[in-house]
């Protein structure tokens, strides 16, 4: 069974940073795209961030560019996203996922088969 596991959520203030981990076992990791998305209370769910199999090539919402990064290890089956100079508009409940497709870099939520459960980020001012 796919499965996928967030981490490293947490409280930080406003400038400070945090490192997100997304520990995935039930399928070949290397094969598929891996994509972060966040959810506020209120708010619909919202892309953040993906990285595809092939090359590792990444892409970022305009909201977060320059500040997060994401990352992957195919040998620890294990997504990372890298977020600094936080801001209390990134509060929300970030998710992993991934894609079920071949596109190499898929940005819509639409385009991912399994999720995580969640892990919660708050930032304070």
């Known amino acids: 069974e796919v499965q996928l596991v967030e981490s490293g959520g947490g409280l930080v203030q406003a400038g400070g940073s945090l490192r997100l981990s997304c520990a995935a076992s039930?399928?070949?990791?290397?094969?598929?795209?891996i994509g972060w998305f966040r959810q506020a209370p209120g708010k619909e769910r919202e892309g953040v961030s993906c990285?595809?199999?092939?090359?590792?090539?990444?892409i970022y919402a305009d909201s977060v560019k320059g500040r997060f990064t994401i990352s992957r290890d195919n040998a620890k089956n294990t997504g990372y996203l890298q977020m600094n100079s936080l801001k209390p508009e990134d509060t929300a409940v970030y998710y992993c996922?991934?894609?079920?497709?071949?596109?190499?870099?898929?940005?819509?939520?639409?385009?991912?088969?399994?999720w995580g459960q969640g892990t919660q980020v708050t930032v304070s001012s």
């Open positions: 996922a991934q894609a079920g497709g071949t596109i190499a870099t898929p940005v819509m939520d639409y385009e991912y088969d399994y």
């Open positions: 039930g399928f070949t990791f290397e094969d598929y795209a």
């Open positions: 990285i595809s199999s092939r090359f590792g090539t990444p």
